[in-house]
C-alpha cells in the first residue's frame, strides 16, 4: 500500500475512475449542454448564493411582514415565504430572486420552462434541503431529477 491507494480512496470513488482513465465529461454532456456560457449548467457556487439571496430575502420579508411572532414560529413563517416567492418567480419567470441576480434559470431539460406543477414539486423538494445535497455528475440535485429540470446560465 502505498500514498497513491490511499489518496484515490480519500478523493472518492470518482477520482479514482479518473485516475484510472475513464472519462466523465463535463457536467451537462450527457444533456446536449454547451460546457461553457449561455445554457451551460449552472456551478455550484453561483447556486449556493443564488439560494442565500433567497432565504435571507425571505428572513427580511418575514420580519417585516410578521414583526411580532415569536422565533419558533417565525422560522417556519420565514420558509414559507420562501416557498411561495421560488414557486412564483420561477413559474413566472424561470428564476427566483437570487437565481436573477446569479443569471441562472431553471428550465426542463428540454429546453423549454417547466409547468406549474414541476415548479411546486421542485420547490416542495427543495424544501426538505436533503434532496438538494444529493446530486449527480451533471450537478442536478434529487429535486431537479425528480421533475426533469436543470439549472443553467443565462449568460
Given at each position: 500500500m ?13 477520482a ?37 439571496i ?33 414557486i ?6 424561470g ?60 449568460r
Amino acid at each position: 500500500m502505498d500514498r497513491k491507494d490511499i489518496g484515490s480512496w480519500l478523493q472518492g470513488p470518482k477520482a479514482a475512475l479518473e485516475n484510472q482513465g475513464v472519462d466523465f465529461g463535463y457536467p451537462g454532456e450527457r444533456l446536449g449542454l454547451p460546457q461553457v456560457g449561455p445554457g451551460a449548467v449552472a456551478s455550484m457556487g453561483r447556486r449556493a448564493v443564488a439560494l442565500t439571496i433567497d432565504w435571507f430575502s425571505s428572513m427580511a420579508i418575514a420580519g417585516m411582514v410578521f414583526p411580532q411572532v415569536s422565533y419558533n414560529t417565525k422560522s417556519l413563517l420565514i420558509l414559507e415565504v420562501f416557498a411561495v416567492q421560488v414557486i412564483l418567480l420561477t413559474a413566472l419567470t424561470g428564476s427566483s430572486f437570487g437565481q436573477r441576480i446569479m443569471n441562472v434559470r431553471i428550465v426542463n431539460v428540454s429546453g423549454a420552462r417547466l409547468s406549474l406543477p414541476r415548479v411546486l414539486a421542485r420547490t416542495w423538494l427543495l424544501s426538505w434541503v436533503v434532496p438538494a445535497l444529493i446530486w449527480d455528475r451533471d450537478g442536478r440535485g434529487l429535486h431537479d431529477k425528480a421533475v426533469e429540470s436543470v439549472a443553467v446560465r443565462i449568460r
